[in-house]
Structures are given as C-alpha cells and as structure tokens.
C-alpha cells in the first residue's frame, strides 16, 4: 500500500543542529543586525523617570448619615470605579487646567506643561484598599510634580462629589422644615383658638393616650414619607449626572428584579403588614413578637442585599464601570429597594394608623374637635422636631466630609531613570536576534524542497539506498565547483567521459562505489542468474547514463560480459561517451531492418558491449512497445552475464514503465543536488505499477551533504596520498 507521501518528516536533535550549522552566517548576521538596532534605539532614547503617590481609599456611605446608601457591590467595584476615574479625561482636563495656572511652574522656568494619559499607569494592590498613581515623564522633578497634582486633583474631585450628595439633601430638609414650621405655628394657633373660645382645658387621661398613640404613628408614618421624598430628591440629584444612554441603560437594570427579590420583597411587605396589626393590638416595640418579626427583616433586607449584588454583578454592571460614572448606577439601584421598602412599611403604618382613628371615633362629639386639633399639632411638633435633628446634621456632615480616599505618600523626585533599561535591552537584542535568525533559517529549511539527507531519499522514495556514489576531482579531491554554468553538448559530453572510471585510479572513492553498487546487485540476484536491469531518474540531468555506464564497466572488469542498451531514443549519449559510431542501432532493430549483430557496439572496456539507439523514432513509447523489444531483450539474456538498459526520466515519459514490464529488476538514480522532493514524490506515483521490480536506489551525491562524509571516509581508509 502507498505511504502517504504528504507524511513531515521527524526531525532529531542532529537534525536541529545541522539546520542551525547550515545557516550559522545567515543567524549571526540576523542576530548582529537586531542587536545593533537595539543598541542604536537604546542610545537614541531619551531617559525617562516615574514618580509614584498611594492612595487609600475607604468604604463610607454615600448619602447621609440618616438616608445611608450602601454599596451593594463592596470595595472591588468600588476601587475598580476608582481605578477608571483616575484614568479618565475629565480628571486630565481638570489637572491641565491646574498646571496651566499653577505659579511655581512658571517661577521654575516651566512653560506649557501638560499631562498625558498614556504616560499615566494605575494599579491596585492586592489584598487591600490601596492604589499606586504612577506618572512617567522625562523630566524627574515633573514626574513627581505632575503625580501630585493629579492625585490632590482627584481628591478634590472625590471630595466635590461626596459632599454635593449630601448637600442636596441638606438643601431639601431645609425646604421641608420651613414648611413644617408654618403647619406647626398654624394647627397650634387653631389649637389655641378652639380652647379658649370652647373654654376647654384639656382632654380626659384616656383620650390623651389614643392621641398621644395615634400621634406617633403619624408621625412615623409622614417620617417614612419624607424619607421616601428624600431619597427621591437625592436619585433625581444623581440622575442629572448620567447622559441619556446612561438613562436609558439604567432603566433596563432598575427595571430588573429576579424571582427572588421579588419574593423577598413580598415576604417583607406581609411581616410589615403583620407587625403593624401586632402594634394596632397594643404590643409594644419590646413584645417578643415585634421583635421576631424585626430581626425577620433584617435577614430579609440583608437577603435582598445580598441578591441585588448577585444580579448587578451578574446580568448588568458593565465592563467599564466609567461609562456608568462611577457608583451612581450602584447608588440608585439601591435608593429604589430602600424606596420600596419604605413604601411596604407606610402602607401597614397607614394600616395602625386607620384602626386608631376609628378608636377616636368613639369620643364624645364636644371633644372631636378638640382631639383633631390635639393630633394634629402633636404630629407637626414632632415631625418639626425631626426634621430639625436631620438638618443639624446634614449641616454637620457637609461641612465635615472627607470624601472616602486619603493620600498616604507624596511623590518624591527620582534622579535614577526608569528607561531605557540598557542591558535589559541589549540582552534583549541579543536574544531576539538568535531567535529571529534561528526562525528565519527554519523557515528557509522547510521552503527549500531540495533533497539534503539520504534519509530524506529513502523516505520519499520508499526504497533502500543501494550505494552512495561521491565525485571526486582528478587530485583525489572534491569538486568544489560552484554552480554549473551553461555548457554546449559537447562540453557536457566531455565531463561525463571524465567521469568514467576508466580515467581514475583503480582505488579512487568513486571505483569504490561503484565496486559497492556492482556487489549490492550481484547479491540480490540468484547464482547464475542472467537479468535485465533498467535504470531511470525522476529528472533529466541526474547522472543516469554516467552511472549505468560506470556500472557496466565495473561489472566488465570482473570479468562478466556486458551489454548497455541506449534506449532513451530521446536524448540518446551511450554512443558518445564511449566514442562509439552510433549508425544502425536499436530503432532498426525493431523496425525488423537490422540483426543483432549489425547493431553491437564494441568498447574500448573488455567484455562491454553498446547497442546504440540507432534512428529517433516519432514516438518512442509505442516502438519500445513492440514485442521485438523483448525478442531483443532474450537474445541479451542469453549472450550476456548483466543486461543493462539506460531509459529515459520516469516524470518525463512512460518508456521507463514500458521497458520495466520487459526487464527483471530496476534502478533508480537519485541526484539530491538536482532533484526536489515533489520530483521524487512524482516520480514514486508513476512507478507504482512495477514497484515490486524496483531493486533499490543509487544515490548520486555530489552535492549533498553525504558526499563529503563519504569523501572522507574514503580518504581516511586509502590515505590522502594514494588518490
């Protein structure tokens, strides 16, 4: 079965090495090359210098200390928040401005000192609540400046932001307690008015306590409902910070609720509906029942804590939290619960408060008037005096906000600059340029197709290699001719005559090989045994007539008799390079219009006979297809030791496929320094059909690799001296 011919190659250790050995000029200049670039953009490079400032920051809460809104997605989202702001270019804006009016710029010299975010670097540190601002610059003493400038810069906006929070509900309690104050001064008037006028004192003990019960819960009740306006005020507030998008996009989140907040959001309305009626029943805040019923909520609202960070940080906090200006989206997310927690205790607080106005109902009709009056003065006193405590406080808040983040290290001016790093960069240029060479060569390697190993040969021919044939010059030496030049035929002629053995030393390293080859077919074949053996290449140029000619007479010095039939009628050269008159030949034999002995050649080599090609046929394929082709064949097997047939290129024609059906065994010639790996792969498809006849390889090496090892394996058996 045919070998997937597509089939890589394993490449060994040695392998490796040799592809880097092979190309070491070409790496070395490469790796030079590099180098010196990173030398030259190393020195060209201006020094640069960092500074560095730390920030803390602190999770406080972001309204009020009455209207407190948490976090629902704690100190990660809110330092990477952080981490965005600071890189933000509204940040920068407001640092150019700074830098631009900054007078100890202009007393030190400096003119037009801008920041730039692309040299700005943030980082978080694992772990803790902590940020590095680092600005890098190529002067040290703007390094450290710009780096403070922009870190007081972010503080002030830090501090500008949490303190409009709060002074937005400072500004609304204050509208809400003057309003009060003149509902106070009214229904205390009234109050006032109605006594005298009904010379009543006072209302009986009893009556008292229902107002003074009633009072309470309204005034809780319109407490929740300031609340609820309050935090209205503070979500309209943040969302003149977001852009229509932004709005729009926040809609979608406040619009989501999972199926279990809303069951937890059910669950705290009905205990809230359930206290409320505990309380309508005279249970106090202290009854064990109230009690359980508020620790209930609490898990609850720390449930639904819990499940609205789940669902931001799973279904809709986007990647850059910047786009949703910092923790606004976060803030009003969780204003919305708070709102609808509220609205779930006003409604059952609405529910007490409906019981005991119908308790007061049953108060004599003089005093109707007069506990209406009562309730409703009692309510405005208290609700005044709330919002009064509220107010005092978000006054105290304002003016005492720090905002969350605090700059524990100042820069300081660095002399040492932190690039270029030179060895780093040298050491750099140096690695990269190995790398680079050594990939460059690969690459090279694995485009070329020409054949370097007889591993190579014998891995894409499929067969075993025969011998290994090396060229060596008249000196004994290699022929370390580079390139080959346009020759005429008869100069090529005359270099494959040079190449017969008959013109060296009999122990010269290509007699040798050929003495190899003659014994490797010698041993494959039975004692005795006559065959005809056709030889081919892939290609035209790869030594095959040098070769079968240099085998047929080595087999004649053994004194074996030996025909060289010519039968590449294409580009026929037997006759020329044994000199012999080419005239009638094999043609005319097949055409039936000569006899085997008009068309014998005699050599100058004992015991080696030549039939020429005789005439070049019209086509070749179809002459060599004519029986008389294997009547000629016969008559060699029976008047001769070795048949040997020289046949044209298998990639070329089809007469080696023809002739091969003819003969008992077939050589391939390989010339690594000619042939390409898809010529050989080519060339193994064709020669499919008479693969089994294939008697193995010879190897045509003089230039590959492989011919100077066995150059010098020569060498080294004979001595130097003797060639």
Not at 53 to 73: H, K, Q
Not at 673 to 690: F, I, S, T
């Amino acid at each position: 079965m045919l070998e997937d011919l597509q089939e890589q190659e394993k490449l060994s250790l040695n392998d490796y090495l040799a592809i880097v050995s092979k190309y070491k000029v070409l790496i070395l200049v490469i790796a030079l090359l590099i180098f010196f670039l990173s030398v030259v953009l190393t020195l060209l490079e201006k020094p640069k210098y960092t500074a560095k400032t730390i920030l803390m920051f602190e999770r406080v809460n972001t309204g009020s200390t009455f209207f407190p809104v948490t976090d629902p997605l704690g100190m990660e989202a809110l330092l990477n928040n952080q981490t965005q702001i600071l890189k933000s270019r509204s940040l920068m804006e407001r640092v150019n401005l700074a830098l631009k009016e900054d007078t100890i710029l202009k007393q030190k010299g400096y003119t037009k000192v801008s920041a730039s975010r692309q040299n700005l670097s943030i980082s978080k540190i694992q772990d803790t609540y902590i940020i590095e601002v680092v600005y890098k610059t190529t002067d040290p003493f703007l390094a450290a400046y710009i780096t403070n400038k922009i870190a007081r810069e972010y503080y002030k906006m830090n501090l500008d932001a949490m303190r409009m929070t709060v002074s937005q509900v400072r500004i609304f309690l204050e509208e809400q307690l003057k309003k009060i104050e003149t509902e106070l001064n009214h229904s205390e008037l009234l109050l006032r008015d109605y006594k005298k006028s009904n010379k009543i004192s006072s209302l009986e003990d009893e009556t008292k306590i229902l107002i003074n019960q009633v009072s309470q819960f309204e005034t809780d009740y319109k407490g929740i409902l300031l609340n609820i306006d309050t935090y209205t005020k503070q979500k309209e507030y943040l969302l003149r910070e977001l852009d229509q998008t932004q709005k729009e996009m926040l809609e979608n989140i406040s619009s989501y609720r999972t199926n279990v907040m809303e069951n937890i959001f059910a669950e705290i309305s009905k205990l809230e509906t359930d206290k409320a009626y505990f309380i309508s029943q005279g249970y106090s805040n202290e009854h064990p029942k109230i009690l359980e019923i508020n620790s209930k909520i609490e898990s609850l609202k720390n449930q639904l804590k819990d499940e609205t960070e789940k669902s931001l940080k799973e279904n809709t906090v986007p990647k850059n939290p910047l786009k949703y200006s910092g923790d606004i989206v976060q803030q009003i997310v969780e204003i919305n619960n708070n709102i609808s927690l509220l609205q779930a205790k006003a409604e059952a607080l609405k529910k007490v408060i409906d019981v005991y106005n119908s308790r007061l109902e049953n108060v004599p009709d003089q005093s109707i008037q007069l506990v209406r009056l009562e309730r409703n003065a009692k309510v405005n006193e208290d609700i005044y005096l709330m919002l009064k405590r509220r107010y005092e406080e978000a006054k105290l808040q304002e003016v005492a906000e720090v905002g969350n983040v605090s700059i524990i290290d100042t820069a300081v001016v660095s002399k040492i600059p932190v690039s270029p790093k030179k060895e780093k960069n040298f050491l750099m240029g140096i690695i990269l340029g190995i790398f680079f060479g050594i990939t460059v060569a690969f690459i090279l390697f694995f485009l070329d197709e020409s054949i370097r190993t007889t591993e190579e040969v014998e891995h894409y021919t499929g067969e075993q290699i025969l011998g290994i044939i090396t060229y060596i010059g008249g000196n004994g030496r290699k022929d370390k001719s580079k390139g080959e030049k346009k020759v005429s035929e008869d100069e090529m002629i005359e270099k494959m005559r040079k190449k017969l053995i008959i013109n060296m030393e009999p122990h010269a390293p290509i007699a040798e090989a050929y003495r190899s080859i003659r014994t490797q077919i010698k041993y494959r074949s039975k004692e005795g045994e006559k065959l005809v053996y056709v030889f081919t290449s892939s290609i035209p140029g790869e030594g095959k007539s040098t070769t079968i000619s240099n085998l047929g007479i080595t087999m004649a010095n053994l004194g074996k008799k030996v025909v060289l039939i010519d039968a590449d009628m294409r580009k026929p050269v037997i006759h020329k390079i044994f000199n012999v008159r080419n005239g009638i030949g094999l043609a005319h034999y097949i055409n039936g219009k000569a006899t085997f002995e008009e068309i014998k050649r005699d050599t100058e080599v004992d015991n080696l006979t030549v039939i020429t090609y005789g005439t070049r046929p019209i086509n070749p394929s179809e002459l060599l297809e004519n029986p008389k082709m294997k009547e000629l064949l016969e008559i060699c097997k029976n008047d001769y030791d070795y048949v040997l047939v020289d046949a044209p290129p298998v990639n070329v024609v089809t007469d080696p496929i023809v002739l091969a059906n003819y003969a008992d065994k077939l050589l391939w010639v390989v010339s690594p320094g000619k042939v390409k790996r898809k010529d050989l792969r080519h060339a193994r498809k064709l020669l499919v059909p008479v693969k089994r006849k294939i008697l193995g390889v010879i190897l045509n090496s003089s230039k590959t690799e492989v011919s100077s090892y066995y150059s010098v394996y020569y060498k080294k058996y004979y001595g130097e001296g003797e060639l």
